[in-house]
Structures are given as C-alpha cells and as structure tokens.
C-alpha cells in the first residue's frame, strides 16, 4: 500500500512536470511568433498556457509521496512499535491503520501469532528422582507474545526473535521438571510435557513478568536412559522372568509330588485291603 501511493505520488509529479515543460515549449514558440509579430497581443494573451495546473499537480504528487511515508497498516497478528530517532515508544499501536510521522518515525511489527521454537540440533541431558540419567531430543515450545507487551519487549529484549526463549531456559525447566519424575513417569508423555510446560512459564514468568509470553505446548518426542541404565533394566526384566520360571517350574514340582503322594497313598490302601 505505502509503495502503490509513493509511486503514484512520483507519476503524477512525472506528469506534472512533463505536461509543465510542453506547455514551456509551445509558450516559447508563441512568444516568439509574438515578437515577430505573426500572432496579435490579444492571441499571444489567450494562446498563452499557464503554469496553475501543473504546480497544483506537483503539489499533489509530493502530498502523495509523503503520505506514503506517513502510515502503515498492521496485519491481524502483529502489533506495532513505533520509533522516534530510535526511541521506542511505551504504547503498541493496534493492527489495521495507523498514522506516523514521515521519514521520523519508523514502525516495527511484532508478531503477535502461535510460534514453535524447535530445539532439533542439541540434546537436554537430565536426571530423575531417583537419579537415573535421562536424555530429551525433539523438543519443540509454542509460544505467544502477549499485544499489550510487545512495545516492552522490543524495547528490552536484545535480538528478541532469537533470544525471547531461549535454549538454556527450556533446557533448564526441563531438566527441573525430570527430577521430579520417577523413570517409569519421565517417560510418559502426559506427565513429562505438562510438568515442562509448566516449569517453562514460570522460568518465562520470573524473566520477564507475567502475562508476557504465553506457552501454549510443549512436546518431547524423545526421552532415552544411558546405556548403563537400560543395562540395569534388562537385568531387572530377565531376573523377574527366571523368578516367574521359576515359579512355575516350582509349582509344577509340587503339583507332581501332590499326584505322586496320592498314587502312592492309593496303592498302601489296597495293599491293606488283601
């Protein structure tokens, strides 16, 4: 929109000023046809084109082009933080269209929608309660920055699309969110993504105040013990199976010598019997 209007404004200035030099080219050949007296006084008079349309135009098209420089338009969203000579202004201009001061003021757009931040590249190393060694891959955190704060956070927050959340918090909410788990629950999803979820905005809450970012998600798409662990756990697995073989060996040997002792009991009756 600002560029359709700037352009326009730089057209009819074009024309403007092309229309104003044929009109000076055609009243230097009547004045001179006017000194040489082959046009009357009166002729030279009416035949004689004014400049009043063309300054009018020119007036208009460097309206236009400054007007292109004097509002933005928002888009449903986004927010604006408007600068003054790079002084950040306390209030966020709402989406839609707005008005600035041309070529003083600038307006930066915030964007006010659902965002991931995916962690893909680096591993979150952590504990359980019962200090079990634990690591988390694919995490990915949906954020929201709150409109009203949008203003603040431009103006105190370095680099703020990159920075706003940051690696090492999430990994630290989550690695306080896994010690508070038993093994068998670090790896349940519907316990782990709530509790990191959690601790995550109440690290976000502490850093920047409540009600400025808003998680809305957490997923963890991966959360694997070290080898050390999973060795212990395939002990565990295998000594609970040979007890429950072992069991069953030991009740089919008690069952048997229960048949043995009937038969044999059977056989002394009848023995008594003759």
């Given at each position: ?58 007036i208009f098209g ?50 006010n929608k659902q ?160």
């Amino acid at each position: 929109m600002n560029l359709f209007v700037g352009i326009l404004g730089v057209v009819v200035i074009a024309a403007a000023v092309a229309l104003g030099g044929i009109k000076s080219v055609g009243n230097n050949k009547l004045k001179k046809m006017f000194e040489k007296k082959k046009v009357t006084e009166e002729e030279y008079r009416r035949k004689n084109k004014r400049y009043v349309g063309n300054v009018i135009g020119v007036i208009f098209g460097v309206s236009l082009f400054i007007l292109s420089f004097s509002f933005v338009i928002i888009p449903t969203g986004y927010s604006g933080v408007k600068t003054t000579f790079g002084q950040v202004s306390q209030n966020t201009m709402p989406n839609g269209f707005n008005f600035k001061l041309p070529f003083v003021q600038k307006v930066e757009k915030v964007n006010n929608k659902q965002q991931d931040i995916i962690f893909s590249k680096n591993k979150v190393s952590s504990e359980t309660s019962e200090r079990n060694t634990v690591i988390f891959s694919g995490i990915t955190v949906t954020y929201q920055i709150n409109p009203e704060k949008s203003a603040w956070i431009f103006a105190n927050v370095s680099d703020y699309e990159n920075n706003l959340v940051s690696e090492s918090l999430v990994a630290s909410a989550i690695k306080t969110s896994s010690k508070l788990l038993t093994p068998t629950d670090v790896t349940n999803r519907s316990i782990l993504e709530p509790k990191a979820q959690e601790n995550i905005q109440k690290s976000l809450d502490e850093k920047y105040g409540a009600g400025v970012i808003q998680v809305n998600k957490v997923v963890i798409n991966g959360a694997e013990f070290d080898k050390e662990y999973d060795d212990k756990i395939a002990k565990k697995q295998q000594a609970q199976m040979d007890y429950e073989k072992q069991q069953i060996e030991n009740k089919k040997n008690i069952e048997k010598a229960e048949a043995d002792a009937k038969v044999k009991s059977a056989g002394a009756g009848r023995s008594r019997r003759r």
